[in-house]
């Protein structure tokens, strides 16, 4: 399934990082839910720093609290500044970056003080194009490291529970308990993979902010070895640049008493994670795509963690069968006309209708959403028909494309079915049309 893999993991290079004390009531409450938007997997919630409301990426998969995408929220104001160099997933060099001490962040009810923020200064790092909402950050362990949190996927919210014996009693109850361990403060869990009938036990990073469903280094276990039905895909970006890899499908997938059938498996490539810092043991990471299908909870304090299926469970998977990735690339304003309905007119109790005057049109203007190709998979339906990178779409089966959002036609190109696909796109000033199959090739 194609996804928005970003900040997966972060190297600092120039700093030792320390413990951050994480979020803790502000009232002497049980609990406090915050609703969160559901984009490709992926969990977008409402924080504010020094006072000023951000969205963030809620991500497990890294321990610290990143910011970027400022440029339209300059009246945040950052706290004790200092340069430093980032590094992290994908082939390319480090990018500087700033940190920041003593930031106040609050969400609904919960507090952190003197929080350690980072900041990626380069404004082509911009996640909000790719997800189609402005996204302004990524928070990390801080979020999960004091309370029991409860992700749940159906309801969209998550649940700071406060860590009692009463609390996690009640969760003891409802959820499957699965062992995890936590390590440079992110959560690692033992699993199995299935691949050609063989069985292959796996320790994995648990990242909610990764939207596939399973990532497996072939480097790190000899076992690991990508099925021959694969094809190459551009997995996502990360800080020092794109992420290359394969897709295939693998027999199994085993968590605790959880069994899925024929996941879709991402296969990075080597050099897109030679700057990561592997915990031993380590072989890849399970994503969005398998904890959608749970409510899910972190005891990041004693170290388990809680599955209970949702109704996505039985959920087929399924990927992006186009080979087009899409991004938003801005706005324009697009004229639209209102239909105006006249009320008749009574005179001495007779009704009269002009018939001039009983409809009209009225004209309005109104920022939509330019889409565009960003990325194109080699030999991939799309690309075979004609398609090209920089394409800005202009209709998709005869439907304005700006009538979707980025996630609807993200969703429409993930389609089960091998359904026929009607692009029309703006290339150099002309308008082109294309068509291709979504063809299942794994």
């Known amino acids: 399934m194609k996804k928005w893999i970003f900040l997966l993991f972060l190297f600092i290079s120039t700093l030792s990082i320390s413990a951050q004390g994480g979020f803790r009531f502000e009232?002497?409450?049980?609990?406090?839910?915050?609703?969160?938007?559901?984009?490709?997997?992926?969990?977008?919630?409402?924080?504010?720093?020094?006072g000023v409301e951000l969205t963030f990426l809620l991500d497990s998969g890294v321990k610290e609290t990143i910011l970027f995408s400022l440029e339209e929220q300059s009246d945040v104001s950052l706290k004790n500044i200092e340069k430093i160099t980032l590094r992290g997933l994908g082939s390319e060099e480090a990018i500087d970056?700033?940190?920041?001490?003593?930031?106040?962040?609050?969400?609904?009810?919960?507090?952190?003080s003197n929080h350690?923020?980072?900041?990626?200064?380069?404004?082509n790092f911009n996640l909000s194009s790719h997800i189609?909402?402005?996204?302004?950050?990524?928070?990390?362990?801080?979020?999960?490291?004091?309370?029991?949190?409860?992700?749940?996927?159906?309801?969209?919210?998550?649940?700071?529970?406060?860590?009692?014996?009463?609390?996690?009693?009640?969760i003891e109850r409802r959820y499957k308990k699965v062992p995890i361990t936590l390590e440079d403060a992110k959560p690692y869990v033992n699993a199995n993979v299935v691949i050609d009938s063989e069985l292959i036990p796996t320790k994995l990073l648990i990242d909610v902010g990764n939207?596939?469903?399973?990532w497996l280094f072939q480097n790190a276990n000899h076992k690991i070895k990508?099925?021959?039905?694969?094809?190459?895909?551009?997995?996502?970006?990360g800080f020092s640049g794109d992420v290359e890899g394969k897709r295939a499908r693998i027999s199994e997938f085993l968590i605790s008493d959880f069994k899925f059938i024929k996941p879709i498996v991402a296969f990075p490539d080597s050099s897109s994670i030679k700057h990561v810092t592997m915990v031993p043991g380590r072989v890849g990471s399970i994503g969005g795509e398998i904890l959608r299908r749970f409510s899910v909870v972190f005891d990041y304090q004693n170290e388990?963690?809680?599955?209970?299926?949702?109704?996505?469970?039985?959920?087929?998977?399924?990927?992006?069968?186009?080979?087009?990735?899409?991004?938003?690339?801005g706005v324009q304003w697009v004229k639209e006309t209102v239909q105006l309905r006249a009320f008749p007119i009574t005179v001495d109790h007779v009704e009269i209708n002009d018939d001039k005057k009983a409809t009209g049109l009225k004209y309005k203007f109104q920022l939509?959403?330019?889409?565009?190709?960003?990325?194109?998979?080699?030999?991939?339906?799309?690309?075979?028909?004609?398609?090209?990178?920089?394409?800005?779409?202009?209709?998709?089966?005869?439907?304005?494309?700006?009538?979707?959002?980025?996630?609807?036609?993200?969703?429409?190109?993930?389609?089960?079915?091998?359904?026929?696909?009607t692009i029309e796109v703006e290339r150099d000033h002309q308008l082109l049309k294309f068509r291709f199959q979504l063809i299942d090739i794994l």
């Open 27 to 50: 009232k002497e409450v049980n609990k406090i839910s915050i609703p969160f938007k559901l984009i490709n997997n992926l969990v977008f919630i409402p924080i504010n720093v020094n």
């Open 97 to 112: 970056g700033l940190k920041s001490v003593g930031n106040q962040m609050e969400v609904k009810g919960m507090k952190s």
């Open 116 to 123: 350690l923020l980072y900041v990626i200064v380069d404004q």
């Open 132 to 170: 189609g909402i402005p996204v302004n950050g990524v928070i990390g362990s801080s979020f999960f490291i004091n309370n029991l949190i409860e992700i749940n996927y159906d309801k969209r919210k998550v649940f700071f529970y406060k860590d009692s014996r009463r609390n996690r009693r009640r």
């Open 211 to 214: 939207s596939d469903a399973i």
């Open 226 to 237: 990508v099925p021959v039905n694969n094809f190459d895909d551009y997995l996502g970006k």
């Open 304 to 329: 388990f963690l809680y599955l209970k299926k949702n109704r996505r469970y039985f959920a087929p998977f399924v990927y992006n069968k186009s080979g087009i990735e899409i991004r938003h690339s």
């Open 368 to 421: 939509k959403p330019v889409f565009e190709i960003a990325n194109l998979r080699k030999n991939s339906p799309a690309a075979k028909c004609g398609l090209l990178k920089g394409d800005v779409i202009i209709s998709i089966n005869k439907n304005i494309a700006y009538k979707y959002s980025l996630e609807q036609i993200n969703s429409m190109l993930r389609s089960e079915e091998d359904k026929w696909i």
